[in-house]
Every structure is written in C-alpha cells, then in structure tokens.
C-alpha cells in the first residue's frame, strides 16, 4: 500500500511515464536486494557450515542476480555490492579480510575509472601507484586473514565468489556488447562502454581554444 501511494504521488508518476527515469528502477532492485540479503544474514545465524546450501545458497544466487541486473541499470550500483561483500566479511567478524576487501575494492574502482566520471582523473597523480599498492595491501590482509581465521575466511570467501559469479553472469551481456564496439582493448571501456559523446578531455578543448584564438589574431 505504501508503495502504491508513494508510486501515485505526481513527481513519481512524471519520472516514471514522462521522464523514463532509470533511478528509480535501479531503487526497487536496490531494495529488493537489500531486503534478500537480511534474508541471507539471518539464515546464516542458524548454520555454521562452510559450503552454503538450502535457503542460503538461494539468497545468496538471488543477491547475485539481482547485483547483476543492477549493474546492467547503472554502474553506480557497483557501490551497493562493494558494500554488501563488505558487510558479508563484517558479519563473520573476518576484521583483516573486511580490510583487504576495502582495499582490492578501491583499487577496482580506481581501474576501471569510476573516478573518471568527474572528468578530473587527469589530475590526480600516481593513480597507478596507489591502485598495485591498494591491491598488494588488500592481498596481504586477505592472506593474513586466511592464516589466523581459516574458517571465517573461506565461508566469507564462498559467500562472495558465488554472489560475484551471478552478478557477473547477468551483467556479461553488456561486457560482451562494450568489447565489440572497441577498436583497441581497454578494461574501463569493456565495462563502462562507449561514450555517447565525442571522446575529448578537457587538456584537448583548452588546447583547440588557444589554437582557434591563435588563428583569429
């Protein structure tokens, strides 16, 4: 009921039907993503086994699932599911591997270009750096991680593998279709796609006005 009220109001109805908003369907998968992983939470509260299965196993494809189809809406989803296997690792009291995820998540989003949405990539400086140390501290903890809490480790492991697979499984599509527009390869581009517009930064828009204002003197 609340959502049919909320789904009524005019400014939803005018994203909805005139404006084609695509939010507002990545916030329905978002919450119903949500609402599967409680599921997963208090499910795992009653078992102990390493390999999930029965009603875990389900929760855990359907999150997947779900990561997958939102990321195909917005690649702003990718932010839910770093957060989500996060909070898998958390909810294992797995400390040092919830600081390697943190970690090996900042580097991904740093090579894929997440950071390049702004425009202001160009700017920052050692990016390169800062993405291999990212991952090289992120693998230590992980392993560190492995050494001391062996069991948390692989339970949290398998939860993330298996919510990672689906959701690269329904989001490969994409993948596939972003590679074969590409002349040469390029992993952000495989997965963020071919840019609407022309393909220019700033550097060049600054260096064609001073060379137009060059000519006109």
């Known amino acids: 009921l609340v959502c049919a009220l909320v789904t009524a ?6 994203q909805l039907f005139v404006e084609l908003k695509v939010d507002l ?15 997963l939470v208090s499910s795992s509260r009653t078992t102990n086994e390493i390999i999930p299965k029965g009603a875990q196993l389900k929760f855990l494809i359907l999150i997947g699932i779900l990561c997958g189809f ?50 202001l990539r160009s700017y920052h400086l050692h990016l390169d750096i800062l993405g ?26 398998i939860q993330t593998s298996i919510i990672g ?29 071919k840019s609407p517009g022309p393909d220019i930064s700033a550097k060049q828009i600054i260096r064609t006005y001073k060379d137009q204002k060059k000519k006109g003197e």
């Open 9 to 14: 109001t005019p400014a939803i109805e005018n």
């Open 25 to 39: 369907a990545l916030l329905f998968i978002q919450i119903s993503t949500l609402i599967v992983f409680m599921k």
């Open 70 to 119: 939102g990321l195909g809406i917005k690649l702003i989803n990718m932010f839910l599911i770093l957060t989500l296997v996060g909070m898998i690792w958390w909810s294992k009291k797995n400390f040092l591997g919830l600081i390697g995820i943190l970690f090996i998540s900042l580097a991904a989003l740093l090579f894929v270009g997440i950071d390049d949405l702004s425009g």
């Open 132 to 157: 291999y140390s990212a991952i090289g501290i992120g693998f230590i903890c992980l392993i560190m991680s492995f050494v001391t809490n062996r069991q948390s480790f692989l339970k949290s492991a």
């Open 165 to 193: 697979a689906f959701a690269l499984l329904l989001f490969s599509p994409w993948i596939i279709k972003n590679i074969s527009e590409q002349t040469h390869f390029s992993i952000r581009s495989s997965i963020m796609g």
